[in-house]
């Protein structure tokens, strides 16, 4: 066992830390502020090769390991949650879930424009009625023979404007519950497909969160993702993946906040001394490093075990549980340890706070991950 990145991840590492500070720092307050979407900053990521990272270079993309997808997680993360969910869905949802399980056909017409960063996707599982309790899906699918026709709503959606292609999850055979649902490519601009209002969310609010409409959506037959009945455990299967870019993301969020607590505890001086040097200031900061280090584990730890093709699905879950508190714990400490300046915009780390909840909620909420874990420990 050792604990050292190697010279390619550090250098990927780098290169995300500097993306971060150069090209989404800038701007990010008034993104969150306004709700703007970070479309140049998308692009940008894809013309770098990080929204297919994970993805067979022969499908465009850059052929790194999960640690890699960990380490560009945290350093976007730190600064712009907002930009880093777009990463996170692209990537661990959306690319990785075409190229498992899709045919050479959708992969060629699908994942290339996807890993390229050409396009960007959504993954469409959670409903008005069905969030945690992911197998009662209400959208449906009919089989017409050589297409399927889709109607229902979808809610919550994550690139919900900005994406072309969505993976939309599908009831086609309700008596078969969980074994009669199925995954489908949906395309922007089909006949029957609207996309609702923008959410006016607390936080990561330059992400495009969007309810999806589908009326007599006539979804060709050759887009639906492996065998009849297999759309469930293609959700499930995804998501293992989905919460170890989560995790990471709420990991960055907690690494920012604690970063600009250590900044400034330093800077600020109160009876005499910087307060860094009050030990109650200090306490905090050993508990949030702490934490942080243990958070970076679990995340480093699900990803090596996805990267040695060995079960990941607890490690995941257990990733994204703890990442998670953490990332609300810390950015309410990091708020504390700036006092006044804490609670305005300029201090970042009020953002950060607001988007650290989100974690707790997209892609399983905590609850869910303690029944995922709960689940797996009595297996
Ligand atoms: N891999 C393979 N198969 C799996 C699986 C996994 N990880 N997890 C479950 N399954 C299979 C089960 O084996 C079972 O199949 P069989 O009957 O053939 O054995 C089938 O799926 C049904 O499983 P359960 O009986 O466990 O189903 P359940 O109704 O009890 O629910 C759940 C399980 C874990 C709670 C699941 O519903 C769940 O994960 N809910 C949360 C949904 C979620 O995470 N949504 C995120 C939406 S995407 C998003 O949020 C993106 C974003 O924000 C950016
Ligand atoms: P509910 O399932 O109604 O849960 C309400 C509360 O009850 C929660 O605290 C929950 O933990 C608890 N609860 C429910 N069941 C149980 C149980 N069995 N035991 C214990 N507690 C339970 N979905 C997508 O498909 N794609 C996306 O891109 C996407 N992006 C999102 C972006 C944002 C900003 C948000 C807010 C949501 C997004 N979601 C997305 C949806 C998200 O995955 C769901 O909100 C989440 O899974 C919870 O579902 P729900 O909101 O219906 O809550």
Not at 96 to 103: A, C, F, I, P, S
């Amino acid at each position: 066992m050792h604990f050292q990145l190697t010279e390619e991840h550090l250098m990927i590492q780098k290169a995300a830390r500097d993306f971060a500070q150069n090209e989404l720092k800038p701007g990010v307050i008034e993104r969150d502020e306004h709700q703007k979407f970070p479309a140049e900053q998308i692009k940008k990521l894809g013309e770098l090769g990080f929204l297919g990272m994970m993805v067979d270079p022969k499908y465009g993309g850059s052929g790194l390991d999960a640690i890699s997808y960990v380490l560009v997680m945290e350093e976007l993360s730190k600064v712009d949650a907002s930009a880093s969910v777009v990463v996170s869905v692209n990537n661990s949802l959306v690319c990785y879930g075409l190229e498992q399980y899709g045919t050479e056909e959708q992969k060629q017409k699908y994942l290339v424009p996807l890993a390229k960063g050409e396009v960007i996707g959504a993954f469409c599982l959670s409903e008005p009625e069905a969030g945690s309790d992911a197998t009662s899906q209400h959208t449906t699918a009919i089989d017409m023979g050589d297409h399927y026709l889709l109607n229902g709503t979808k809610n919550w959606i994550t690139n919900g404007n900005s994406a072309s292609t969505y993976l939309v999850i599908a009831q086609t055979d309700a008596a078969k519950g969980h074994k009669g649902i199925n995954a489908f490519i949906v395309e922007k601009g089909m006949p029957g497909f609207t996309v609702g209002p923008k959410e006016n969310k607390l936080g990561i609010r330059g992400s495009d969160t969007h309810s999806l409409m589908f009326t007599d959506v006539k979804v060709p037959k050759e887009n639906r993702i492996g065998e009849d009945g297999f759309g469930f455990k293609f959700a499930m299967k995804t998501l293992e993946g989905g919460r170890i870019g989560i995790a990471s993301q709420a990991l960055g969020i907690a690494s920012g906040a604690f970063e600009l607590a250590v900044q400034y505890s330093k800077e600020r001086k109160s009876f005499g001394k910087p307060i860094s040097e009050h030990q109650a200031i200090q306490f905090k900061l050993a508990d949030m490093a702490t934490q942080i280090e243990a958070a970076r584990m679990l995340c480093l730890k699900a990803a090596w075990l996805k990267d040695q093709h060995q079960p990941y699905a607890q490690a995941s879950a257990m990733a994204k549980l703890f990442a998670s508190e953490v990332a609300m714990k810390t950015t309410v400490e990091a708020v504390q340890v700036h006092g006044g300046y804490g609670y305005v915009k300029e201090y970042h780390v009020e953002r950060l706070m607001r988007d650290a909840k989100i974690t707790q909620i997209y892609e399983g909420t905590s609850e869910i991950q303690r029944i995922v874990i709960g689940r797996e420990v009595l297996k």
